[in-house]
């Protein structure tokens, strides 16, 4: 490789992400190490003696700092090339899961790899799928206000999401919903978004409200569209409204009192349902779950858990505080009260140390490394390479507002990793690969990518 061309990969590097990035994977270390510190046992050669998560979130790190090399040395033409091969190869990786996969925590989604370490084919098959969606919205001629290209697009987006679901992730399969804001972003019409932000409105007042008072306020919401509404239908005969109303109004009654119901208690294991009916306050009746039954007709515990670990997260960030009460100070971090501290609710540690000052740093680092991502993608003349951008922004942004909400109970527990913080190293791969490769598109933006 000749002097002069790598001078010119690293003059085009942005060079703020990267430093956002060091920034955010340094205090994942920092978190994970203040979650297992242990006074009596500590030395500093357990650093690099690869036996604790700290230092094993070390070792992932150097493999990270060696792919990101990679990836910034390499040619922006070979991922718009490979974009569609990589889709596939990612599709086979989830579905060979199915025969030599692992059970971990009950998600059959892990490929053990050896030594301890397993591979999620689930987290690297993102970056496949945002390659792919960038490489379909990017073609010649693309027209995606026609039905065919959004059902394709959907299809691409959708069918990692289902077999997810198919390994019990259903939270993965939720964070395949985020490249909807790229499609939205790409023209997919408003009104798709509408239906689905209402729909998720309606099943949370399922939940909410006594089914019989919710039928009513949608039949008297329905009645007073048709009073807004009257001089058009009966007035200028435009029966058409009235129909779409009716309509409207049958489906969302029969959602909320036939589908919902169905899915929490056949479809939805016990323990899945319990932890949305939690987030909204409620608590689910796991003797109306199929499932539940089935384990009890076995003799088999159904497993229902309660909000321990929302309550405990909470207690964690409150006692806090505004300014925190210090490195490696934290009662509840160091009394390991809360499950899953260094993966799921990782940052509850950060909160407990550093108070409500941290977080807000913290997070306003994540908002400034989202801002300078969509920045990026603003100023690409490639439709691929903006496209993927936006890919990464949506994917990091569901990611940090979902994990934050989950751990002060304003969303149900779905195993949402905090992006560059929680310990895993699939994880970690596979937003550093996420990134970089942005990174790498970005140093070539003014070439035209397809």
């Known amino acids: 490789m000749s002097r002069s061309y790598s001078k010119s990969v690293s003059k085009g590097v942005d060079w703020l992400t990267v430093v956002l990035y060091t920034a955010l994977v340094c205090i994942g270390i920092l978190c994970i190490f203040m979650v297992e510190y242990n006074p009596a046992t500590f030395t500093p050669s357990s650093f690099f003696q690869g036996t604790t998560n700290y230092s094993k979130q070390i070792l992932f790190t150097g493999i990270c700092i060696v792919v990101a090399t990679f990836i910034i040395l390499s040619d922006s033409k070979l991922y718009p090339a490979f974009a569609n091969l990589m889709y596939v190869f990612g599709i086979i990786l989830m579905l060979s899961v199915f025969v030599i996969g692992k059970n971990i925590n009950g998600s059959k989604s892990w490929i053990p790899l050896g030594g301890g370490f397993n591979l999620q084919p689930a987290e690297l098959c993102k970056i496949f799928t945002a390659l792919a969606l960038a490489k379909f919205l990017s073609q010649l001629n693309m027209d995606f206000s026609k039905l065919q290209s959004q059902v394709i697009a959907g299809v691409i987006t959708l069918l990692p999401a289902l077999i997810s679901i198919l390994q019990n992730e259903t939270g993965l399969a939720l964070v395949y919903m985020s490249f909807f804001i790229v499609m939205y972003r790409e023209g997919l019409p408003g009104i798709i978004l509408i239906i689905g932000f209402s729909f998720g409105a309606l099943v949370v007042a399922t939940l909410v409200v006594e089914k019989n008072t919710l039928a009513v306020i949608l039949t008297l919401i329905a009645g007073l569209l048709v009073f807004v509404f009257r001089r058009q239908i009966f007035v200028r005969k435009r029966w058409n409204v009235l ?16 589908a919902v119901p169905y899915i929490f208690n056949n479809v939805f ?3 899945q349902s319990q932890r949305i009916y939690s987030a909204v306050g409620k608590d689910y009746d796991c003797s109306q779950n199929k499932h539940a039954l089935k384990s009890e007709a076995a003799g088999k515990s159904p497993g229902k858990p309660d909000d321990y670990n929302v309550r405990q997260s909470k207690i964690a960030i409150g ?10 100070k934290g009662t509840q971090t160091r009394g390991k ?3 899953e501290q260094h993966t ?4 509850t540690s950060l909160g407990e140390a550093f108070g409500f000052v941290g977080s807000f740093i913290f997070l306003a680092i994540y908002f400034l490394l989202l801002f300078r991502i969509v920045l990026i993608a603003e100023r690409q003349r490639s439709a691929f390479s903006r496209v ?5 922004a949506s994917i990091l942004f569901f990611h940090i507002v979902v994990n934050v909400c989950m751990t002060v109970g304003l969303f149900p527990v779905i195993g949402i990793p905090l992006p560059l913080v929680s310990y895993g190293g699939s994880s970690l791969l596979t937003f550093t690969i996420l990134i970089f490769i942005l990174i790498r598109l970005d ?7 397809r």
């Open 269 to 271: 294991e016990c323990y």
């Open 243 to 258: 129909v779409l109303i009716t309509s409207v109004w049958f489906v969302c009654v029969g959602i909320q009192r036939f």
């Open 319 to 328: 006692s806090g505080g505004f300014l925190g009460k210090g490195f490696l």
């Open 344 to 347: 799921d609710f990782i940052f």
């Open 443 to 449: 140093a070539d933006r003014q070439m035209v990518l």
């Open 388 to 392: 993927y951008a936006y890919s990464v």
């Open 337 to 339: 009260y809360v499950p």
